[in-house]
């Protein structure tokens, strides 16, 4: 299968602060690609390389076998691009957005008209088409910016933050959307702060920190690789001192969620015994116990912290 983008060590430098430091991966045509990172980590400034709005100070990428420093035009016909925050204009209809967006692309108007209601229709916008965006909620200007990248049909669609803040109905719409772009063959890249979401919709996710690629796997790999680490999560029926439980042999950390406690070990049948050890001591009966499988979020958090100065 060929590759949609092939990243070269990408470097781009602010000042003193090395925001991307020689970054190289690849994206292949078909996948769904996670890009992932705490806030500073070098995503935005990524994905703005990637996209052309800012030259790399070294290094290179291919998008869609165009350079895009050098064959900018050729590179953009082939992708879309959906920004966190809407880049509609709000002082016309939606209609009338996407009209605009079919000019700039040079779209013929019958098929211009064709595909704008097509994607209304599909995104639940098409009975509100002829109002001005102004009066739309977020989740509404989501969709809308969705469908303005979508216009011209590209092979590669780039995702910034597509489901942040949005409302249950139209988060589950977009992301239905996705896959159905995705299962039709479009690629795309998906930059995301939201664990659960990369870990359903991902093939493979890249993981950024300090500028540098600390992992680059598919989600359950990356997951796999912690699995030296489990969690256990037990509840009791009365109230724990809150660092008695940390203090048991083998346990690496201890946290309060809600009515449970959920505790990182390395070695879980060992620390369990304990755990029903302990309760008898306590004079706490032990309610729920429970072992749980590294999440993305786990395997995030570990290598983001591991990758720490």
């Known amino acids: 299968m060929p590759d949609a983008i092939v990243v070269a060590d990408l470097t781009?430098?602010?000042?003193?602060?090395?925001?991307?430091?020689?970054?190289?991966?690849?994206?292949?045509?078909?996948?769904?690609f996670g890009?992932?990172?705490?806030?500073?980590?070098?995503?935005?400034?990524?994905?703005?390389?990637?996209?052309?709005?800012?030259?790399?100070?070294?290094?290179?990428?291919?998008?869609?076998?165009?350079?895009?420093?050098?064959?900018?035009?050729?590179?953009?016909?082939g992708f879309g691009v959906v920004p966190e925050t809407s880049n509609a204009y709000t002082d016309l209809t939606a209609w009338q957005n996407l009209m605009l967006m079919g000019e700039l692309y040079g779209i013929s108007p019958v098929r211009v008209s064709e595909r704008a209601s097509e994607l209304l229709t599909v995104l639940g916008l098409f009975e509100r088409k002829d109002q001005k965006v102004q009066a739309y909620s977020k989740g509404m200007k989501q969709r809308l910016i969705l469908a303005m990248a979508l216009l011209h049909e590209p092979r590669l669609l780039f995702l910034d933050e597509p489901t942040s803040g949005l409302d249950v109905q139209s988060t589950q719409m977009i992301l239905s959307l996705l896959r159905d772009l995705n299962r039709a063959g479009t690629t795309i890249f998906l930059t995301t702060h939201n664990m659960e979401e990369a870990n359903r919709l991902c093939n493979r996710v890249g993981i950024i920190r300090s500028g540098k690629i600390v992992a680059l796997d598919a989600p359950e790999k990356l997951k796999a690789a912690i699995d030296r680490l489990h969690r256990i999560e037990v509840s009791f029926d009365r109230e724990i001192p809150a660092d008695a439980l940390a203090r048991l042999p083998g346990v690496v950390s201890a946290d309060r969620t809600g009515d449970k406690w959920q505790i990182t070990t390395e070695n879980h049948d060992a620390v369990?015994?304990?755990?029903?050890?302990?309760?008898?001591?306590?004079?706490?009966?032990?309610?729920?116990?429970?072992?749980?499988?590294?999440?993305?979020?786990?395997?995030f958090l570990r290598l983001t912290r591991e990758a720490s100065p």
């Open 12 to 32: 781009k430098v602010f000042g003193s602060t090395v925001a991307v430091d020689h970054v190289s991966f690849l994206v292949k045509e078909g996948e769904i």
């Open 35 to 77: 890009f992932l990172g705490p806030n500073g980590a070098g995503k935005t400034t990524t994905t703005r390389m990637l996209t052309g709005v800012i030259p790399p100070d070294s290094g290179s990428a291919m998008i869609l076998g165009h350079d895009i420093q050098r064959e900018p035009v050729l590179a953009k016909q």
């Open 272 to 299: 369990i015994r304990l755990l029903v050890q302990f309760s008898r001591e306590q004079g706490a009966a032990i309610v729920t116990l429970n072992t749980l499988a590294p999440s993305l979020d786990d395997a």
